[in-house]
């Protein structure tokens, strides 16, 4: 069992910043391929950034290629997400999740979830 609890939601202005946080606790946490995922209203749950549990490999969707920057520290068993240039569409609850595959980008490939932070990016 993984357990993951998010952090570092806010509202911020159009163009600027925030870090977002992951904090995982359970066995093997630091082994799994850690992800964020986000979900505006009325919309579908869609994947943001993937990494793998060695860091080695990172993907993006191309929505925030560029902008946003996945790293995670095992020795910490934290995950973060640095948000840059931030735009009023990346306004959406932000959910950390942990899959013990090697590489996932679907939601149903994951199979821990934290319970989401806030992000609203005003204009």
């Known amino acids: 069992q993984v357990q993951l609890v998010e952090s570092g939601g806010g509202l911020v202005q159009a163009g600027g910043s925030l870090r977002l946080s992951c904090a995982a606790s359970?066995?093997?946490?630091?082994?799994?391929?850690m992800a964020w995922f986000r979900q505006a209203p009325g919309k579908e749950r869609e994947f943001v950034a993937g990494?793998?549990?060695?860091?080695?490999?990172?993907n993006y969707a191309d929505s925030v290629k560029g902008r946003f920057t996945i790293s995670r520290d095992n020795a910490k068993n934290t995950v973060y997400l640095q948000m840059n240039s931030l735009k009023p569409e990346d306004t959406a609850v932000y959910y950390c999740?942990?899959?013990?595959?090697?590489?996932?980008?679907?939601?149903?490939?994951?199979?821990?979830w934290g319970q989401g932070t806030q992000v609203t990016v005003s204009s």
């Open positions: 359970g066995r093997t946490s630091s082994t799994y391929t």
């Open positions: 999740a942990a899959s013990p595959r090697l590489i996932a980008t679907m939601i149903n490939q994951y199979d821990y």
């Open positions: 990494i793998s549990w060695s860091a080695v490999t990172t």
